[in-house]
């Protein structure tokens, strides 16, 4: 089966998205400057871009494509819960990041200081990467 | 000794005008996560009636509230809250937009008794536009209570000072 050029993008991209967001988390950890940038330019790209990609997957999906028509029923499924599952982390990212923004202004180290909260993040993160990229691979490499 | 004047934004927060936003918005907010779900792992679409009802009363609402808002809070100030609340308020306006010619589409195949056909850019645009507005509004929210909270309590240390 050949790859969508979208998916593979989309597929590919989410790993740099997940670089940016241990990036802009690790930076705060080690006590060092915020990147408002990267953290902006990654909140924006997956907004506009890799969830974009995700809504119109679904579309197509729940229009009777003959190839989502297809697809087995713990697959679409696994969609489902794979998009509302990256919704929730990517919300929670750009929550967490603006208030370590926030806090950094008044010399607080946001993430630092909250071990628990961090770590939650990045495990619902990395669970949210992995099920796609797992989903990618199920879907056009197996 | 008289009561302590209640906090301007506390007093916002409890203004019926919000209270009936944050509720049509609660509502249209999982009925579309729901209707989201669905369509994808059945192909089904429950709840619509619903969902659509209170997105158009969340328009009306919307634009009464955001009117009020901008208002209030303008001139614009380059401020991460008045940034992401600009977001948040262009994702929901298109979401609802978005939402509008869906709805039609709805209504005319339910007229018809036929099954409706929603044009794809349309129904991934309305999809996005609202995954944004839950995230915008949530980090907008957010940052402006985070800053009451910490000008609440550097008034109170230097409350404690004095």
Do not use: C
């Not at chain 2, 996005?128 to 008034?155: G, I, K, P």
Request: aromatic letters at 12%; charged letters at 15%.
């Amino acid at each position: 089966m050949s790859i969508p050029a979208f998916s593979l993008f989309s597929a590919i991209s989410e790993l740099l998205v997940t670089a940016g967001v241990l990036f802009v988390v690790r930076r705060n950890w080690t006590r060092r400057h915020f990147p408002f940038a990267i953290f902006l330019s990654v909140a924006l790209f997956e907004g506009l871009v890799n969830v974009m990609y995700m809504a119109g997957r679904a579309s197509e999906a729940s229009a009777a494509h003959a190839a989502s028509a297809a697809l087995p029923v713990g697959m679409k499924i696994g969609f489902a819960a794979h998009g509302l599952l990256s919704l929730f982390a990517y919300l929670v990212f750009v929550v967490l990041g603006t208030l370590a923004h926030q806090a950094q202004e008044q010399g607080r180290w946001f993430f630092r200081e909250r071990p628990a909260l961090t770590w939650s993040f990045l495990v619902v993160w990395m669970v949210s990467i992995v099920s796609g990229e797992v989903i990618f691979a199920l879907r056009y490499l197996v | 000794m008289s009561p302590a004047p209640p906090n301007p934004r506390a007093r916002r927060l409890r203004a019926p005008l919000l209270l009936a936003v944050w509720t049509l918005f609660g509502v249209a907010a999982t009925g579309g996560l729901v209707i989201f779900f669905a369509r994808l792992a059945a192909g089904t679409t429950p709840g619509i009636e619903i969902h659509v009802v209170s997105g158009l009363a969340l328009l009306a609402a919307w634009a009464a509230y955001q009117w009020a808002h901008w208002l209030r809070i303008a001139p614009w100030r380059p401020r991460l809250d008045y940034t992401l609340g600009l977001v948040a308020a262009i994702s929901m306006g298109l979401a609802l937009l978005t939402g509008l010619p869906l709805a039609l589409e709805w209504w005319q195949a339910r007229e018809a008794g036929r099954p409706a056909h929603y044009v794809s850019w349309l129904s991934g645009a309305h999809n996005v536009m609202s995954m944004l507005v839950l995230t915008f509004v949530a980090a907008h929210l957010f940052t402006v209570l985070e800053r009451d909270a910490r000008r609440r309590a550097e008034n109170g240390k230097g409350a404690a000072k004095q």
